[in-house]
Protein backbone atom coordinates (compact mmCIF):
# COMPACT_ATOMS: atom_id res chain seq x y z
CA UNK A 1 0.00 0.00 0.00
CA UNK A 2 1.60 3.32 -1.41
CA UNK A 3 1.67 6.02 1.84
CA UNK A 4 0.77 9.51 1.59
CA UNK A 5 2.17 11.58 -0.71
CA UNK A 6 3.36 9.14 -2.64
CA UNK A 7 2.00 6.47 -5.34
CA UNK A 8 1.47 3.03 -5.79
CA UNK A 9 3.86 1.15 -8.39
CA UNK A 10 2.26 0.51 -11.33
CA UNK A 11 0.98 -3.27 -12.62
CA UNK A 12 1.74 -3.71 -15.84
CA UNK A 13 -0.72 -6.49 -16.45
CA UNK A 14 -3.55 -4.14 -15.29
CA UNK A 15 -2.46 -1.04 -17.37
CA UNK A 16 -2.60 -3.07 -20.30
CA UNK A 17 -5.58 -4.35 -19.87
CA UNK A 18 -7.16 -0.89 -19.20
CA UNK A 19 -5.32 0.76 -22.19
CA UNK A 20 -6.69 -2.17 -23.84
CA UNK A 21 -10.45 -1.13 -22.72
CA UNK A 22 -9.64 2.63 -22.98
CA UNK A 23 -8.74 1.97 -26.83
CA UNK A 24 -12.18 0.44 -27.44
CA UNK A 25 -13.96 3.25 -25.67
CA UNK A 26 -11.61 5.49 -28.19
CA UNK A 27 -12.82 3.55 -30.93
CA UNK A 28 -16.22 4.06 -29.87
CA UNK A 29 -16.64 7.44 -29.64
CA UNK A 30 -14.92 8.12 -32.99
CA UNK A 31 -17.37 5.98 -34.69
CA UNK A 32 -20.82 7.34 -32.95
CA UNK A 33 -20.25 10.44 -35.52
CA UNK A 34 -19.66 8.43 -38.24
CA UNK A 35 -23.02 5.75 -37.22
CA UNK A 36 -24.57 9.19 -36.94
CA UNK A 37 -23.88 10.05 -40.32
CA UNK A 38 -24.62 6.66 -41.75
CA UNK A 39 -27.96 7.33 -40.35
CA UNK A 40 -28.51 10.33 -41.69
CA UNK A 41 -27.82 10.07 -45.10
CA UNK A 42 -29.00 6.68 -45.76
CA UNK A 43 -26.23 4.39 -46.36
CA UNK A 44 -26.86 1.69 -44.20
CA UNK A 45 -30.04 1.28 -45.73
CA UNK A 46 -28.58 1.49 -49.00
CA UNK A 47 -26.94 -2.19 -47.69
CA UNK A 48 -29.64 -3.29 -46.60
CA UNK A 49 -30.43 -6.46 -48.99
CA UNK A 50 -26.98 -7.76 -48.10
CA UNK A 51 -25.64 -6.61 -51.63
CA UNK A 52 -21.91 -5.83 -52.26
CA UNK A 53 -21.04 -2.68 -53.12
CA UNK A 54 -17.97 -0.77 -53.99
CA UNK A 55 -17.39 2.75 -52.14
CA UNK A 56 -18.77 4.19 -55.40
CA UNK A 57 -21.51 2.07 -56.21
CA UNK A 58 -22.85 3.37 -52.71
CA UNK A 59 -21.68 7.03 -53.21
CA UNK A 60 -23.85 6.81 -56.56
CA UNK A 61 -26.79 4.75 -54.59
CA UNK A 62 -27.11 7.49 -51.80
CA UNK A 63 -25.88 11.06 -53.92
CA UNK A 64 -22.92 11.38 -51.96
CA UNK A 65 -19.20 11.34 -52.77
CA UNK A 66 -16.96 8.67 -52.98
CA UNK A 67 -13.97 9.83 -51.34
CA UNK A 68 -16.00 10.28 -48.36
CA UNK A 69 -18.14 7.05 -48.86
CA UNK A 70 -14.58 4.94 -48.90
CA UNK A 71 -12.97 6.19 -45.56
CA UNK A 72 -16.78 6.14 -43.83
CA UNK A 73 -16.75 2.01 -44.61
CA UNK A 74 -13.39 1.15 -44.11
CA UNK A 75 -14.09 2.88 -40.54
CA UNK A 76 -17.04 1.06 -40.44
CA UNK A 77 -15.41 -2.46 -41.52
CA UNK A 78 -12.62 -1.62 -38.75
CA UNK A 79 -15.51 -1.66 -36.05
CA UNK A 80 -17.35 -4.70 -37.64
CA UNK A 81 -20.31 -2.33 -38.11
CA UNK A 82 -19.97 -3.76 -42.07
CA UNK A 83 -18.01 -6.67 -43.79
CA UNK A 84 -15.46 -5.85 -46.48
CA UNK A 85 -14.11 -8.60 -49.13
CA UNK A 86 -10.49 -7.93 -50.39
CA UNK A 87 -10.91 -9.84 -53.38
CA UNK A 88 -13.72 -7.21 -54.87
CA UNK A 89 -13.17 -4.51 -52.97
CA UNK A 90 -16.76 -4.43 -52.09
CA UNK A 91 -18.87 -3.89 -49.12
CA UNK A 92 -21.94 -5.48 -47.15
CA UNK A 93 -24.57 -5.96 -44.10
CA UNK A 94 -25.14 -9.29 -43.03
CA UNK A 95 -28.75 -9.60 -41.91
CA UNK A 96 -27.82 -9.12 -38.32
CA UNK A 97 -25.89 -5.56 -39.27
CA UNK A 98 -29.07 -4.57 -41.43
CA UNK A 99 -31.34 -5.84 -38.59
CA UNK A 100 -29.86 -3.19 -35.80
CA UNK A 101 -28.84 -0.21 -38.61
CA UNK A 102 -31.11 -0.44 -41.51
CA UNK A 103 -34.02 -1.46 -40.64
CA UNK A 104 -35.98 1.80 -38.41
CA UNK A 105 -39.06 -0.49 -37.19
CA UNK A 106 -36.70 -3.36 -36.01
CA UNK A 107 -36.70 -3.73 -32.32
CA UNK A 108 -32.84 -4.13 -32.48
CA UNK A 109 -32.28 -0.56 -34.97
CA UNK A 110 -29.63 1.80 -32.59
CA UNK A 111 -28.53 4.71 -34.46
CA UNK A 112 -31.31 6.58 -33.35
CA UNK A 113 -29.15 6.23 -29.85
CA UNK A 114 -25.93 7.30 -31.58
CA UNK A 115 -28.01 10.68 -33.05
CA UNK A 116 -28.69 11.37 -29.37
CA UNK A 117 -24.86 11.28 -28.17
CA UNK A 118 -23.55 13.07 -30.68
CA UNK A 119 -26.02 15.44 -29.72
CA UNK A 120 -24.73 16.29 -26.38
CA UNK A 121 -21.35 17.08 -27.98
CA UNK A 122 -23.00 20.31 -28.61
CA UNK A 123 -23.46 20.80 -25.10
CA UNK A 124 -20.19 20.32 -23.41
CA UNK A 125 -19.01 24.13 -22.98
CA UNK A 126 -22.35 24.24 -21.33
CA UNK A 127 -21.98 21.52 -19.12
CA UNK A 128 -19.13 22.47 -17.71
CA UNK A 129 -20.52 25.50 -17.07
CA UNK A 130 -23.40 23.58 -15.69
CA UNK A 131 -20.73 21.49 -13.27
CA UNK A 132 -19.74 24.63 -11.33
CA UNK A 133 -22.68 26.86 -11.36
CA UNK A 134 -25.06 24.05 -10.63
CA UNK A 135 -27.48 25.58 -13.25
CA UNK A 136 -29.30 23.04 -15.46
CA UNK A 137 -30.09 22.57 -18.69
CA UNK A 138 -33.18 22.26 -20.49
CA UNK A 139 -34.44 19.62 -23.18
CA UNK A 140 -35.49 22.18 -25.07
CA UNK A 141 -31.91 23.65 -24.99
CA UNK A 142 -29.91 21.08 -26.93
CA UNK A 143 -29.08 20.01 -30.41
CA UNK A 144 -32.20 18.87 -32.36
CA UNK A 145 -30.62 15.88 -33.07
CA UNK A 146 -31.34 14.63 -29.38
CA UNK A 147 -35.38 14.87 -29.76
CA UNK A 148 -34.83 13.41 -33.09
CA UNK A 149 -32.28 10.45 -32.04
CA UNK A 150 -34.55 9.60 -29.06
CA UNK A 151 -37.83 8.89 -31.04
CA UNK A 152 -35.96 6.74 -33.11
CA UNK A 153 -33.97 5.24 -30.11
CA UNK A 154 -37.08 4.04 -27.87
CA UNK A 155 -39.47 4.00 -30.65
CA UNK A 156 -38.37 0.13 -31.85
CA UNK A 157 -38.74 -1.03 -27.86
CA UNK A 158 -42.56 0.68 -27.64
CA UNK A 159 -43.18 -1.17 -30.88
CA UNK A 160 -41.79 -4.78 -29.50
CA UNK A 161 -43.23 -4.16 -25.76
CA UNK A 162 -45.76 -1.79 -25.63
CA UNK A 163 -49.27 -2.97 -27.02
CA UNK A 164 -47.86 -6.67 -26.76
CA UNK A 165 -46.48 -6.70 -23.00
CA UNK A 166 -46.84 -3.82 -20.88
CA UNK A 167 -50.62 -2.32 -21.72
CA UNK A 168 -51.98 -5.97 -20.87
CA UNK A 169 -49.38 -6.70 -17.62
CA UNK A 170 -52.00 -3.43 -16.14
CA UNK A 171 -55.18 -3.76 -13.93
CA UNK A 172 -57.94 -3.85 -16.88
CA UNK A 173 -56.55 -1.25 -18.89
CA UNK A 174 -56.26 -3.26 -22.32
CA UNK A 175 -60.30 -3.97 -21.57
CA UNK A 176 -61.17 0.03 -21.48
CA UNK A 177 -58.38 0.78 -24.19
CA UNK A 178 -60.35 -1.60 -26.32
CA UNK A 179 -64.30 -0.33 -25.34
CA UNK A 180 -63.30 3.33 -25.83
CA UNK A 181 -61.17 5.25 -22.93
CA UNK A 182 -59.15 8.79 -22.71
CA UNK A 183 -55.63 8.84 -22.42
CA UNK A 184 -53.31 11.05 -21.68
CA UNK A 185 -49.81 10.56 -22.95
CA UNK A 186 -47.33 13.24 -20.62
CA UNK A 187 -43.81 14.03 -22.00
CA UNK A 188 -44.37 12.12 -25.42
CA UNK A 189 -41.95 14.11 -27.29
CA UNK A 190 -42.33 13.36 -30.67
CA UNK A 191 -45.31 11.52 -30.05
CA UNK A 192 -43.99 7.57 -30.66
CA UNK A 193 -45.75 6.16 -27.74
CA UNK A 194 -48.88 7.68 -28.54
CA UNK A 195 -48.93 6.68 -32.24
CA UNK A 196 -48.51 3.46 -31.57
CA UNK A 197 -51.67 3.48 -28.97
CA UNK A 198 -53.81 5.05 -31.28
CA UNK A 199 -53.09 2.77 -33.81
CA UNK A 200 -53.84 -0.61 -32.09
CA UNK A 201 -56.99 0.98 -30.21
CA UNK A 202 -59.12 2.96 -32.30
CA UNK A 203 -62.09 3.44 -30.11
CA UNK A 204 -60.26 5.53 -27.60
CA UNK A 205 -58.84 9.17 -27.58
CA UNK A 206 -55.34 10.18 -27.24
CA UNK A 207 -53.62 13.47 -26.39
CA UNK A 208 -49.86 13.69 -26.16
CA UNK A 209 -48.77 16.79 -24.15
CA UNK A 210 -45.27 18.06 -24.28
CA UNK A 211 -44.07 21.36 -22.70
CA UNK A 212 -41.35 21.18 -25.67
CA UNK A 213 -43.38 22.92 -28.60
CA UNK A 214 -41.18 22.15 -31.53
CA UNK A 215 -41.36 18.25 -30.51
CA UNK A 216 -45.50 18.67 -30.88
CA UNK A 217 -44.96 19.74 -33.96
CA UNK A 218 -42.74 17.01 -35.05
CA UNK A 219 -45.42 14.86 -33.05
CA UNK A 220 -48.47 16.56 -35.49
CA UNK A 221 -46.84 15.58 -38.70
CA UNK A 222 -45.56 12.27 -37.81
CA UNK A 223 -48.97 11.58 -36.75
CA UNK A 224 -50.69 12.76 -40.10
CA UNK A 225 -48.05 10.70 -42.01
CA UNK A 226 -49.79 7.46 -40.00
CA UNK A 227 -53.11 8.41 -40.74
CA UNK A 228 -53.68 9.23 -37.76
CA UNK A 229 -54.32 13.29 -37.60
CA UNK A 230 -58.05 13.21 -36.59
CA UNK A 231 -57.23 10.52 -34.11
CA UNK A 232 -54.95 12.06 -31.94
CA UNK A 233 -54.11 15.35 -30.76
CA UNK A 234 -51.03 17.29 -29.83
CA UNK A 235 -50.37 19.87 -27.23
CA UNK A 236 -48.33 22.17 -25.60
CA UNK A 237 -48.49 21.50 -21.63
CA UNK A 238 -46.60 20.81 -19.03
CA UNK A 239 -46.39 17.41 -16.67
CA UNK A 240 -48.11 19.63 -13.73
CA UNK A 241 -50.72 21.88 -16.02
CA UNK A 242 -51.73 19.46 -19.04
CA UNK A 243 -55.47 19.77 -18.72
CA UNK A 244 -58.40 16.96 -17.96
CA UNK A 245 -59.54 15.64 -15.05
CA UNK A 246 -61.33 12.42 -16.65
CA UNK A 247 -58.35 10.29 -17.72
CA UNK A 248 -58.94 6.28 -17.59
CA UNK A 249 -55.16 6.50 -18.03
CA UNK A 250 -52.00 8.45 -18.22
CA UNK A 251 -48.63 7.90 -19.68
CA UNK A 252 -45.41 8.86 -18.67
CA UNK A 253 -42.53 6.97 -21.34
CA UNK A 254 -38.79 7.98 -20.00
CA UNK A 255 -39.66 11.33 -18.55
CA UNK A 256 -40.41 11.06 -14.96
CA UNK A 257 -36.82 11.45 -13.93
CA UNK A 258 -36.09 14.28 -15.79
CA UNK A 259 -38.60 16.39 -14.42
CA UNK A 260 -38.03 19.18 -11.61
CA UNK A 261 -41.02 18.11 -9.77
CA UNK A 262 -41.71 15.05 -10.55
CA UNK A 263 -43.80 14.91 -6.87
CA UNK A 264 -45.74 17.84 -7.94
CA UNK A 265 -46.61 15.96 -11.45
CA UNK A 266 -47.35 13.09 -9.59
CA UNK A 267 -49.81 14.85 -7.18
CA UNK A 268 -51.57 16.26 -10.90
CA UNK A 269 -51.70 12.85 -12.45
CA UNK A 270 -53.50 12.17 -9.14
CA UNK A 271 -56.36 14.92 -9.79
CA UNK A 272 -56.51 13.93 -13.50
CA UNK A 273 -57.09 10.41 -13.65
CA UNK A 274 -60.96 8.73 -13.08
CA UNK A 275 -61.88 6.77 -10.00
CA UNK A 276 -60.18 3.90 -10.98
CA UNK A 277 -57.77 5.28 -13.38
CA UNK A 278 -54.18 3.75 -14.09
CA UNK A 279 -50.80 5.69 -14.40
CA UNK A 280 -48.04 3.81 -16.21
CA UNK A 281 -44.90 4.84 -15.80
CA UNK A 282 -41.99 3.58 -17.74
CA UNK A 283 -38.15 4.10 -16.35
CA UNK A 284 -35.13 3.42 -17.10
CA UNK A 285 -33.74 -0.30 -15.59
CA UNK A 286 -31.80 0.49 -12.67
CA UNK A 287 -31.50 -1.11 -9.19
CA UNK A 288 -31.88 0.88 -5.92
CA UNK A 289 -27.77 0.41 -5.28
CA UNK A 290 -24.96 2.10 -6.92
CA UNK A 291 -23.03 -1.24 -7.35
CA UNK A 292 -26.55 -2.49 -8.95
CA UNK A 293 -26.00 -0.18 -12.02
CA UNK A 294 -22.26 -0.45 -12.48
CA UNK A 295 -22.35 -2.21 -15.77
CA UNK A 296 -22.46 -1.60 -19.27
CA UNK A 297 -26.64 -0.49 -19.77
CA UNK A 298 -26.06 1.41 -16.05
CA UNK A 299 -22.77 3.15 -17.79
CA UNK A 300 -25.21 4.40 -20.80
CA UNK A 301 -27.96 5.29 -18.67
CA UNK A 302 -26.02 6.91 -15.89
CA UNK A 303 -23.37 8.81 -19.18
CA UNK A 304 -27.04 10.02 -20.62
CA UNK A 305 -28.21 10.73 -17.26
CA UNK A 306 -25.10 12.97 -16.38
CA UNK A 307 -25.57 14.96 -19.89
CA UNK A 308 -29.25 15.28 -19.93
CA UNK A 309 -31.28 13.81 -17.65
CA UNK A 310 -30.13 15.64 -14.46
CA UNK A 311 -29.46 19.07 -16.49
CA UNK A 312 -32.86 18.92 -17.34
CA UNK A 313 -34.31 18.39 -13.91
CA UNK A 314 -31.73 21.07 -12.12
CA UNK A 315 -33.11 23.53 -14.96
CA UNK A 316 -37.01 23.64 -13.78
CA UNK A 317 -38.60 24.57 -10.09
CA UNK A 318 -37.70 22.46 -7.53
CA UNK A 319 -34.93 20.75 -9.27
CA UNK A 320 -35.44 17.20 -7.67
CA UNK A 321 -32.81 15.45 -9.86
CA UNK A 322 -33.58 12.25 -9.81
CA UNK A 323 -31.33 10.95 -12.77
CA UNK A 324 -31.73 7.88 -15.06
CA UNK A 325 -31.32 5.47 -12.70
CA UNK A 326 -33.24 6.43 -9.59
CA UNK A 327 -34.43 2.93 -9.22
CA UNK A 328 -37.89 1.61 -7.70
CA UNK A 329 -37.99 2.49 -4.41
CA UNK A 330 -36.90 6.26 -5.14
CA UNK A 331 -39.72 6.08 -8.09
CA UNK A 332 -42.34 4.22 -5.43
CA UNK A 333 -41.57 7.04 -3.03
CA UNK A 334 -42.32 10.09 -5.46
CA UNK A 335 -45.38 8.63 -6.38
CA UNK A 336 -47.10 7.87 -3.10
CA UNK A 337 -45.95 11.47 -1.98
CA UNK A 338 -47.73 12.49 -5.05
CA UNK A 339 -51.24 10.50 -3.08
CA UNK A 340 -51.53 7.35 -4.66
CA UNK A 341 -52.03 4.44 -2.67
CA UNK A 342 -51.11 1.55 -4.86
CA UNK A 343 -47.84 1.02 -6.42
CA UNK A 344 -46.37 -2.39 -8.15
CA UNK A 345 -43.83 -3.30 -10.77
CA UNK A 346 -46.30 -4.49 -14.17
CA UNK A 347 -43.43 -5.24 -16.49
CA UNK A 348 -39.79 -5.04 -17.54
CA UNK A 349 -36.99 -5.77 -20.03
CA UNK A 350 -33.09 -5.66 -20.23
CA UNK A 351 -33.95 -1.67 -20.72
CA UNK A 352 -36.92 -0.85 -19.23
CA UNK A 353 -39.35 -0.75 -15.52
CA UNK A 354 -42.82 -0.51 -15.89
CA UNK A 355 -45.01 0.12 -12.89
CA UNK A 356 -48.83 0.93 -12.37
CA UNK A 357 -50.09 3.27 -10.16
CA UNK A 358 -53.72 3.68 -8.96
CA UNK A 359 -55.45 5.78 -6.19
Known amino acids: MATPGTQAPLNEAKLNEFMGKAIGDMGAAMSASLIAIGEQLGLYKAMADGTKLTSAELAKKTGTTERYVREWLNAQAAGGYVNYDAASNSYWLSPEQAFALAQDDSPAYLPGFFLAAVSVAHDVENLLRAFKSGDGIGWHEHHHWLFEGTEKFFRPGYNANLIANWIPALDGVEAKLKR ?180
Open 180 to 359: GANVADVGCGHGASTIIMARAYPNSAFTGYDYHSGSIERARTLAEHAGLGNRVVFEVASAKAYPGSDYDLVTFFDCLHDMGDPVGAARHVFRSLKPGGVWMIVEPRAEDSIEGNLHPIGRIFYSASTMICTPASMSQEVGLALGAQAGEKRIREVVMEGGFQHFRRAAETPFNLVFEAKR
